[in-house]
Structures are given as C-alpha cells and as structure tokens.
T-cell receptor
Framework: DAGVIQSPRHEVTEMGQEVTLRCKPI?????LFWYRQTMMRGLELLIY????????DSGMPEDRFSAKMPNASFSTLKIQPSEPRDSAVYFC???????????FGSGTRLTVV | AQSVTQLGSHVSVSEGALVLLRCNYS??????LFWYVQYPNQGLQLLLK??????LVKGINGFEAEFKKSETSFHLTKPSAHMSDAAEYFC????????????FGKGTSLLVTP
C-alpha cells in the first residue's frame, strides 16, 4: 500500500490566490481527516469525513476554507483567498476504525507571501 | 471533552539512557490513547496505542507506554535511547464521544546526545 498520498509537497503562493491541497487516503479507510500544524497552535483538526460525508467541520477557521470528498479515494482542501496567516503544514490522515489510530500523509507545506 | 498535556516541550537524554516522555489526559469517558513520532519534514507515524486492553502497551522501535487511570497518565518510555530516536513525539486522545477525532498534545522534542 502506498499510504496516504498528499500533493503538492510544497506550495508557495501570493496572498489572495486560491490554493488547493489534495489527498488520496488508503484504500478501504472510511475516515479522512485534515489537520493543520503550526508552531504556535500545534496540530489542529480542521474537518473529518466518514464515507465521503463531512462529519465535523467545526475546526475550519473561516469561510475561506472549504473541503470536499467527491469519492472514497480523493479529497481536497481549498483556501480562497489565501492569507499569510494560513502558512502552515497541512496533513491529511485516514483511518479504518476508531482505536486504530490514523495513517498520516507526508503533508503539504504552504507558504503564503 | 478530551485533551492531553505533554509536560516538557524539550527533553534531552544521553545515548543509552532512559527515555521518559510525559503525557496526561483528560477524558469524560474511557479514552483511546496514542503516541506518534514525527521526523523532520515527514508526517506523523504511529508508535503505539491503548484501546482498553492491556495497560502496558508495546510499540515499535522499543518504545512502550503504560496507561494509569488513577493518574490519568500515558507516559512513553524506552530503556535505552538511540541517536535515531531524536524526533518530535505527540500524545493524542480520542473517545467514543468524539467519534473518530483525535486531540493532539503540543509535542515533545527529544534530543539524544552522544
């Protein structure tokens, strides 16, 4: 298994631009999570899906952020418009069942200038 | 509600010495507890997990952790540190009320000196 695959690994964009981060979970994992990691705030849960349906999006910072999961093998996290304070490492993770823990992707390092 | 507190943002040990990374949790119902390790520029990797079976849990790379309900703790230990253990370590908690969502601690950076 190739694990959780995220793209791109690095993204540098200008303030105001739209940014789309992509994630392919492990096949058969019904749960997908998006986390953001910063030095100041640590790992924050943004949103998670079960069977492609968003379950909890209370961690999404504001309306500029949106996430979709059109099918079991693909999810996107979009920021529009991006701001410098969005700079962080964004992780996608997937899980088969509660108690198994997550498998994380390698992350996308986003820099907004 | 659930949360974890990792005591000590930085821990330094000598190669061959005992590693002890502290984690205390708060959970209104029986918790699931995890330790993850993160190497530079990589994602988090699961070290071990506690899910209400044995209280002493063994993980990868010689690490283990003991669930102590009376102390609400889940400290991570390794008898002898290797240089390759230098990394960031995260404790995480979940429970049946949170669905599948885990809350992570702030992390502890482990430095291993020769």
């Amino acid at each position: 298994d190739a694990g959780v695959i995220q793209s791109p690994r690095h993204e540098v964009t200008e303030m105001g631009q739209e940014v789309t981060l992509r994630c392919k979970p492990i096949s058969g994992h019904d749960y997908l999570f998006w986390y953001r990691q910063t030095m100041m705030r640590g790992l924050e849960l943004l949103i998670y899906f079960n069977n492609n349906v968003p379950i909890d999006d209370s961690g999404m910072p504001e309306d500029r952020f949106s996430a979709k999961m059109p099918n079991a093998s693909f999810s996107t996290l979009k920021i529009q418009p991006s701001e410098p304070r969005d700079s962080a490492v964004y992780f996608c993770a997937s899980s088969l069942r509660q108690g198994d823990g997550y498998t994380f992707g390698s992350g996308t390092r986003l820099t907004v200038v | 509600a659930q949360s974890v507190t990792q005591l000590g943002s930085h821990v330094s040990v000598s190669e061959g010495a005992l590693v002890l990374l502290r984690c205390n949790y708060s959970s209104s119902v029986p918790p699931y507890l995890f330790w993850y390790v993160q190497y530079p520029n990589q994602g988090l990797q699961l070290l071990l997990k506690y899910t209400s079976a044995a209280t002493l849990v063994k993980g990868i790379n010689g690490f283990e952790a003991e669930f102590k309900k009376s102390e609400t703790s889940f400290h991570l230990t390794k008898p002898s540190a290797h240089m390759s253990d230098a990394a960031e370590y995260f404790c995480a908690v979940g429970n049946s009320n949170s669905g599948y969502a885990l809350n992570f601690g702030k992390g502890t950076s482990l430095l291993v000196t020769p």
